[in-house]
């Protein structure tokens, strides 16, 4: 067992078999074997608050279904029942997502960082640059001759209608 | 620290995080992201996968110059799909294109062509590629794969052909693949194929086609742990199955359409694999016969004793014969935990029609499903053999 603590002091306590799905946490594991045990105790600062408890819930339920299992030999039926649950762990807004991105980053956990910006992808799909902006907030600080003419002008195959 | 009261939300994420979110999405909408603020202007140049298509955009060179002829060689590039169904691009304009991903340091390409021919050797000069995907239809005779020796980091390879015409030199092309680990075929059954590799580790291979008839496959592959194998519709031709795979621990098996006189290849393909861990075995018999034939097990034979064998699946359709069968087999698997039986029905239509066992439908029922053996093997072959009976009066209902 090892005990993760947060930004704002909360603990939580982790099967090591769990956390080891974050490679960060696998190395600093490995790094403290056979120390003591205050060793086991792993500072998660730089992650948002509500963050770890969400990203301990995915451990938990990628840990019952190893990735080995989930390739070779799993049936379609768990596979679809995992997609199903995979997509409504990452269907929140686009502020926990980027949370998400960032602690699964920091950790080094690929399955979730790249279930995450997949789902941003998703968000940002079939939207006009003006959507996007407003969904992520973006301030556009372009000119106005810049944002009229020179950068639909750099890649006018971007703007033709037949994307559509 | 992230707090979430920013108002720029994805600012707040570095760049190489953005480059990965805009590199899940196709070129061209990614590329819209330039007119979001200064620092999006080119963020998306920078995106390390690319999915270049001639089906969406009519304007494929334009796409393609800028986004790949004249990217900035400080971005690497890792992995590029490719899409050109048109004729309008120019003959050495899809090398050019490769030649430049090559210069990037491209590790994983897909290529899905109208005809991919002229291309391939500039595919295979890649020789940073670490996996590679081919599709494409073979529209002339004599089509003949060129040397792969240079692909000496290639780990992963699918290839899926839509052909009329089959394939030379396929074989010699994978030997030539001293990496190759995973290889997927989906290829037109030929008259013999022979898959001879050291490396392969797992292989699927589908075999479609009606017009020729597959009548000899070699599988010398010693270091094979994981085999998908799927058969087309033999039709009555006799076909031999030679498998070398002294490592395999698990097996997929599905053949369509067998033919009475196939009994020896599948005993044959059986006793070759009989010591995988895993077995799973779907068998559709060619309902035109008019006698069901035993088409598992060749009788009179020595059954192969299948002594690594924990878990086995059976997808059949479960007559007199193949009942026996089945239970013969079960007697010779003395580590088995667990087993699926699937009783599939087909249609007299050229469509296999499947279902399995519902409540109430057979007493075979409870055997339907999954569940672990343990102890109880003896008991369960009795019940097996007592509840035959009753299944054959089921069997007449359908």
């Given at each position: 067992m090892i005990t993760l603590i947060s930004s704002d002091k909360r603990k939580f306590h982790v099967l090591e078999e769990v956390a080891n799905q974050s490679l960060t946490i696998r190395d600093v594991i490995e790094d403290r074997r056979g120390r003591r045990r205050a060793d086991r105790i792993i500072l998660v600062t730089n992650i948002n608050s509500k963050i770890p408890e969400k990203v301990i819930v995915y451990w938990l339920r990628h840990f019952l279904m190893p990735e080995e299992i989930a390739h070779a030999s799993m049936s379609h039926k768990k596979a679809e029942k995992l997609k199903k649950w995979e997509a409504k762990f990452f269907d929140t807004d686009i502020d926990t997502l980027n949370d998400l991105i960032l602690a699964a980053d920091s950790l080094d956990i690929p399955s979730l960082f790249d279930g995450a910006c997949e789902k941003v992808s998703d968000i940002l799909k079939n939207r006009s640059a003006e959507e996007v902006g407003e969904i992520s907030k973006i301030e556009n600080e372009f000119t106005h001759e810049e944002e009229e003419e020179e950068i639909p002008s750099e890649n006018a195959w971007v703007w033709r209608n037949e994307f559509a | 620290m992230v707090s979430c009261s920013q108002p720029d939300l994805l600012s707040t994420l570095p760049d190489e995080l953005l480059i990965t979110i805009l590199s899940f999405l196709p070129i061209h909408i990614a590329a819209r992201t330039s007119i979001l603020s200064r620092r999006f202007r080119?963020?998306?140049?920078?995106?390390?996968s690319l999915y270049l298509t001639t089906r969406s955009c009519s304007k494929f060179v334009d796409m393609a110059d800028r986004v790949?002829?004249?990217?900035?060689?400080?971005y690497p590039l890792l992995s590029l799909r490719l899409d050109y169904y048109a004729?309008?691009?120019?003959?050495?304009y899809v090398p050019s294109l490769l030649a430049k991903a090559h210069s990037l340091g491209l590790r994983h390409l897909t290529v899905d062509g109208l005809d991919i021919k002229p291309i391939l050797p500039s595919i295979f000069s890649i020789n940073s590629l670490q996996s590679l995907s081919l599709s494409f239809p073979v529209l002339t005779e004599n089509f003949i794969f060129p040397s792969g020796?240079?692909?000496?980091?290639?780990r992963s390879l699918s290839i899926e052909v839509r052909a009329i015409y089959p394939i030379d030199e396929l074989g010699r092309f994978i030997y030539d693949l001293c990496s190759l680990e995973d290889l997927n075929l989906q290829i037109h059954a030929d008259d013999t194929h022979i898959l001879c590799s050291n490396s392969i580790r797992k292989l699927k291979l589908i075999m479609f086609g009606r017009t020729v008839r597959l009548r000899n496959l070699w599988l010398l592959l010693p270091s094979l742990e994981s085999l998908y194998l799927e058969t087309p519709r033999l039709l009555s031709s006799v076909f031999h199955i030679d498998a070398d795979v002294p490592l395999l621990k698990k097996a997929v098996i599905s053949l369509a359409d067998v033919h009475a006189e196939d009994v020896n290849a599948v005993t044959r393909l059986l006793s070759s694999i009989s010591h995988v861990e895993e077995l799973s075995l779907r068998v559709v018999e060619l309902w035109s016969e008019k006698h069901l034939v035993p088409i598992l097990l060749e009788p009179g034979k020595d059954v192969p004793n299948f002594h690594n064998l924990k878990r086995l699946d059976v997808h059949l359709c479960i007559h007199e014969h193949s009942f026996e069968a089945v239970i013969i087999m079960l007697h010779n698997c003395p580590n088995l935990e667990s087993l699926k039986l699937v009783h599939e029905i087909h249609e007299f239509t050229t469509k296999v029609g499947r279902r399995q066992w519902k409540d109430g439908d057979s007493k075979l029922d409870p055997y339907c499903r999954n569940f672990h053996l343990g102890e109880n093997v003896k008991e369960f072959m009795k019940l097996l053999a007592k509840t035959s009976i009753n299944e054959r009066h089921a069997q007449q209902n359908y």
């Open positions: - | 080119h963020l998306w140049e920078a995106s390390p790949l002829l004249h990217r900035n060689p400080s004729s309008l691009v120019q003959d050495l020796s240079t692909l000496t980091c290639l």
